[in-house]
């Protein structure tokens, strides 16, 4: 499931998202060369830890590889947690960006390196096809976006968010089966898509959805995205007090 991360009015937005072919339209300039693909390393991930039945040795070495790059991440939630300690200024973006340059860059490079490695072996290629060989693929052909997230505070290393998001949507999907017409279909995804972010944002989705009916009348069409629950909460809770 894709994660869309937006740049404001005319910026450049960022798409994490696994290598489906789906998105390669947008991340090629179809949305007028604002979209930068950003890919995911949980998915380069479960590519390894999926074939490791094949060939655990190359697998292991794979995973452990990732597991260096995925640390920092750990790390970088304890500043994150210590925030009220640390300088008011310095926002939380830039926290992780800063531990990302300073511990991560060499991570990746060594990972590249190695995957290139194993499809130039000595002994022979990898076999494509082979599920290890796929996995090398997986990671060396999204090598660019895989490293995008070390350039901005604000990317994930993954987009596991939206992965458990669209979890609703799966787990019920024998019980959803039939949304009954297009129009149907594209307004459960966009009532599932704003209970996810509510839920992201910790708004309560009934008091935030009560809010904006009650007012909305009176707020002019080029305002409506401050209400969005990402950017609303501080209204509301203004406008309620």
Not at 43 to 50: A, I, L, W
Request: net charge positive; proline share 4%.
């Amino acid at each position: 499931m894709p994660c869309l991360k937006d740049g404001g009015h005319g910026a450049v937005r960022s798409l994490q998202a696994d290598a489906f072919g789906g998105e390669d339209g947008i991340d090629a300039g179809q949305a007028g060369g604002r979209v930068v693909e950003v890919a995911c390393w949980a998915h380069s991930r479960r590519q390894f830890h999926e074939a490791r039945r094949r060939d655990d040795a190359r697998c292991a070495q794979a995973l452990a590889y990732i597991r260096l790059v995925q640390d920092v991440e750990d790390q970088a939630q304890e500043p994150l947690r210590a925030q009220e300690q640390c300088e008011k200024a310095r926002s939380v973006a830039s926290m992780r960006l800063e531990l990302r340059q300073k511990l991560t860059r060499p991570r990746p490079g060594r990972f590249k390196a190695w995957l290139e490695s194993q499809q130039a072996q000595s002994g022979g290629p990898v076999l494509p096809k082979r599920p290890v060989g796929q996995a090398i693929g997986y990671g060396l052909n999204p090598w660019a976006a895989l490293c995008v997230y070390g350039t901005d505070g604000e990317l994930g290393i993954d987009n596991n968010i939206s992965e458990r998001a669209l979890r609703r949507i799966a787990v019920g999907r024998n019980n959803r089966m039939f949304c009954g017409s297009a129009h149907g279909g594209n307004t459960a995804v966009t009532l599932l898509g704003l209970m996810a972010t509510c839920e992201r944002h910790g708004v309560n989705l009934f008091d935030d959805l009560r809010d904006v009916v009650g007012r909305i009348a009176a707020r002019p069409i080029s305002g409506l995205e401050g209400w969005l629950a990402q950017n609303g909460k501080a209204i509301h809770v203004a406008a309620q007090s």
